[in-house]
T-cell receptor, first 114, second 111 residues
């Protein structure tokens, strides 16, 4: 079965420190990979995506993600966290066969302390 | 740019009542989706549509119906609401670049 795993319910980091939010997936082929962010009482917003090419993808608000095919991982990173980065982060995968559906992980809550 | 608009934003129903959630997008996207979000479970796909006049079941379709009579609108119906359908519902449409644009959500409580 196709799935996306975000092993941490919550990640805590101090402002100014680097952050990592982990994601692994189990989808056949070469899927498209995404990160979305959700702020309180809002819908999800697109952060970045990987389709092919360079394993390090840069996105909005200074976030980047590293794709590792052998480990089927797509971890979200930021060199220096801001308090305003505190939100719920979702990893998502879209199989590249047909592309109708997007499978989401359960989400990781990021808390950045001042 | 309105993007994806959902109405209503909040609704309280009694068990057995019916209601319809409306989703409208102004981006001319072919694909539209209804998800539900529950704590600790991420987003689960209820139904989706790959174009006007088409609908298909997602991961958790039971108790819901949908219609896509016009390309810009995707309606989600609950014929007989149950407490298990208390959730936050999100509509989304997908661009040609495979990116989803979400509405702000509709919070439904079934008593």
């Amino acid at each position: 079965a196709q799935s996306v795993a975000q092993p941490e319910d919550q990640v805590n980091v101090a402002e100014g420190n680097p952050l990592t939010v982990k994601c692994t997936y189990s989808v056949s082929g070469n899927p498209y990979l995404f990160w979305y962010v959700q702020y309180p009482n809002r819908g999800l917003q697109f952060l970045l995506k990987y389709i092919t090419g360079d394993n390090l993808v840069k996105g909005s608000y200074g976030f980047e993600a590293e794709f590792n095919k052998s480990q089927t991982s797509f971890h979200l990173k930021k060199p220096s966290a801001l308090v305003s980065d505190s939100a719920l982060y979702f990893c998502a995968v879209s199989p590249n066969t047909g592309g109708f559906k997007t499978i989401f992980g359960a989400g990781t809550r990021l808390f950045v302390k001042a | 740019n309105a993007g994806v608009t959902q109405t209503p934003k909040f609704r309280v129903l009694k068990t057995g009542q019916s209601m319809t959630l409306l989703c409208a997008q102004d981006m001319n996207h072919e694909y539209m989706y209804w998800y539900r979000q529950d704590p600790g479970m991420g987003l689960r796909l209820i139904h989706y549509s790959v174009g006007e006049g088409t609908t298909a079941k997602g991961e958790v379709p039971d108790g819901y119906n949908v219609s896509r009579l016009k390309k810009q609108n995707f309606l989600l119906g609950l014929e007989s609401a149950a407490p298990s359908q208390t959730s936050v519902y999100f509509c989304a449409s997908k661009s040609g670049a495979n990116v989803l644009t979400f509405g702000a959500g509709s919070r439904l409580t079934v008593l």
